[in-house]
């Protein structure tokens, strides 16, 4: 999954645990004989006809036993790490049984558990409900269709047999496209009669792992090839012109492979597909699968190469993941069904180095410079260098409660309170170090990239997964160089850091300074998301429509008590602008008069003197003469092209 928060949204820039793990142990497998086996799944037909219009309806027949019977709806989505199951967006669900209804009812504490008796002599029941595709669901997205392009998650659209084991349990799936529509998907396709296309049956957990994009406008690039092995990049766009992507911008896509495989050494994926949308309506959102991932991106994110430069990580950060979260995955967070919960703590590994490694495949394949990675990784630090919540909270409490902080800490004082942003900003920080501590003790013959070689294990072996504890990292680790990796991460991870890594940066021949000159970064963050960040100023961000989304504590803002939700009206009397106040700024450095805002909350406007005489600060990175620059040798390119 990938988080985007604005560089200021989190009060910072860009957007965007194991071991001694004492005490609760992952639940007992599942324990039920799955009545749906290989010769007689249960079968799916998702009515996809009526996407355009916010809905489709779901057919199923789900293999059962006499007796009473319990079916279930997905709560634990791999990829979301959160119970984000979008169980309100279930309508008018029914059961039947040889075409008798079937009286049906809620269990009365697992809301997403449904009862029935089945009557002597039945051996499948027919469930249908209408899914509404864009309903209130916070995490994941809450729309997933637009008149023109829908993304088809099937766990939203299938109930299944309770407490089975999902790698053993079949189910066979259908579609029925809107008129005229293309679709893509890592699922294979065995017939196409009309608009309804039938796939093979396969585990559910597969099926779970392998979403549908469709779209009226669309179109499919082979962005690599060898043997019998693809990865596509399939783009379904609201308007036919967002598909003219540039070749410069498809040509960096098509080094994803070559420089994965640099980086990992091999795959373990026989097709890939790289889902797109690319709708203002359905907006950001990333989710990773094994052989496939699906992206979500404003109409021109392909066409306008200032998304690339903001964002151009969506797509190598969900690749990364066929390899790291998916093919290797924490042992407490990999589970039997979507019921069982995920435990979450080792999330610093599997998103954290995952942003790392994302960010690295996107400089390393071009889709951004490598020269400009300095500037990025400055902007990175001063997020996490000025954030009051690391006094308290330690980065193992983002990714222990991260179910939480993904589906609810959307409020306001994200800084204080920390965000699930921040073990994604954190983590490419603390891999980044583990990555210079390896080259400068092994005087650069070994990397992270050595480590991942041993990490992803040579072997075609298709989408299977293979699980990992905190100690088994730092065993895997100190193959590679020898070092106290477990005092390692208990300082950065378990314990409160109250500052984030900085070895890092000096090791790589750079040095962190603040100035008045834009940083590309941020610049771009703030034109994209239409924000301003004064967070190293002021000591606020502004969003869209001028209010005030966040207050750094003991900044000047804070001191003068400016609180979140505020709205700016005006800054020295003008009407307030990103300019006018950038002008203001500027002159209170020379006059050193605090500047008076007008801003207005729940009706009342108030009056509120800020003293700030600093300027403009943005962060950057410089180079420590006579040292070797090694963000330049990380970020180049790795493959042979
Ligand atoms: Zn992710």
Not at 385 to 395: F, S, Y
Not at 462 to 470: F, L, N, V
């Amino acid at each position: 999954m990938k988080r985007f928060l604005t560089l200021s949204c989190l009060g910072l820039a860009a957007f965007g645990l194991c071991g001694a793990y004492a005490g609760i142990i992952p639940e007992p497998n599942a324990a039920a004989l799955p009545y749906a086996t290989q010769s007689n799944p249960e079968t799916l037909v998702v009515d996809a006809s009526t996407a355009g219009r916010g809905f489709a309806t779901s057919t199923m027949h789900i293999p059962v036993r006499p007796g009473p019977f319990t079916f279930v709806y997905p709560e634990w989505i791999p990829g979301y790490h959160s119970p984000s199951g979008p169980l309100a967006d279930i309508s008018q669900l029914k059961v039947s049984a040889n075409g008798t209804p079937l009286a049906w009812r809620r269990d009365k504490v697992d809301m997403y558990a449904f009862h029935v008796d089945v009557p002597h002599g039945v051996d499948s029941i027919k469930v249908q409900f209408t899914v509404l595709l864009n309903g209130g669901q916070s995490v994941g997205g809450n729309v997933m269709s637009t008149p023109n392009v829908a993304v088809i998650s099937w766990t939203r659209m299938f109930f299944y047999q309770n407490d089975i084991n999902y790698h053993h349990y079949y189910i066979k799936p259908s579609i029925i496209l809107p008129k005229g529509w293309g679709y893509g998907t890592a699922l294979t396709t065995v017939s196409r009669v009309g608009q309804r296309v039938n796939f093979a049956e396969e585990p559910l957990t597969y099926v779970g792992d392998s979403p549908l994009d469709m779209g009226r406008y669309y179109k499919k690039v082979l962005l690599w090839h060898q043997g019998n092995a693809h990865q596509w990049l399939d783009m379904f766009a609201d308007a036919p012109q967002d598909l003219d992507v540039p070749a410069k911008i498809l040509d960096a896509y098509k080094n994803m492979t070559p420089e994965a495989l640099a980086l990992y050494g091999s795959r373990h994926w026989y097709n890939y597909h790289a889902l797109l949308t690319l709708s203002n309506k359905i907006g950001f959102e990333g989710i990773e699968h094994h052989q496939s991932s699906d992206n979500r991106a404003p109409a021109t994110f392909m066409t306008n190469p200032k998304w690339q430069l903001v964002a151009g990580d969506l797509i190598t950060h969900e690749f990364s993941h066929s390899w790291n979260g998916k093919y290797r995955r924490p042992w407490d967070l990999t589970t039997d069904n979507y019921q069982i919960p995920q435990r979450t703590d080792l999330l610093w590994v599997y998103e954290g180095m995952n942003q790392y490694l994302g960010d690295l495949l996107s400089f390393r394949c071009g889709i951004r410079k490598p020269s400009e990675y300095p500037q990025y990784l400055a902007v990175l630090y001063s997020q996490m260098a000025h954030e009051p919540g690391r006094d308290t909270t330690p980065l193992i409490d983002l990714t222990t409660g991260a179910p939480y902080y993904y589906m609810t800490a959307n409020g306001q004082y994200p800084s204080i309170r920390r965000t699930a942003g921040d073990f994604y900003t954190e983590g490419e920080l603390l891999w980044l170090d583990v990555d210079t501590i390896i080259r400068a003790k092994t005087h650069d013959r070994k990397s992270l990239d050595t480590f991942l070689h041993l990490y992803s294990e040579p072997k075609l072996t298709g989408p299977i997964t293979k699980t990992y504890t905190r100690a088994e990292i730092e065993h895997l680790l100190n193959e590679v160089v020898p070092y106290n990796w477990h005092a390692f991460f208990q300082r950065h991870v378990y314990e409160v850091a109250k500052l984030p890594p900085t070895g890092e940066i000096k090791r790589a021949g750079w040095r962190l300074v603040y100035n008045s000159k834009p940083n590309p970064f941020v610049v771009a963050d703030e034109q994209m998301f239409h924000v301003n960040s004064q967070w190293l100023t002021y000591g606020f961000d502004i969003g869209r429509g001028g209010k005030l989304t966040d207050v750094r504590e003991w900044s000047p803002a804070w001191k003068a008590a400016m609180a979140p939700g505020m709205k700016i009206e005006s800054v020295d009397g003008q009407r307030y602008t990103p300019a006018a106040l950038k002008y203001v700024m500027v002159q209170a450095e020379h006059t050193r008069q605090p500047t008076t805002f007008i801003v207005s909350k729940d009706g009342w406007f108030h009056t509120i003197e800020v003293s700030y005489f600093g300027g403009p600060r943005y962060p950057h990175l410089v180079r420590i003469p006579g040292t070797v620059n090694l963000l330049a040798k990380i970020m180049a390119p790795h493959a042979k092209h």
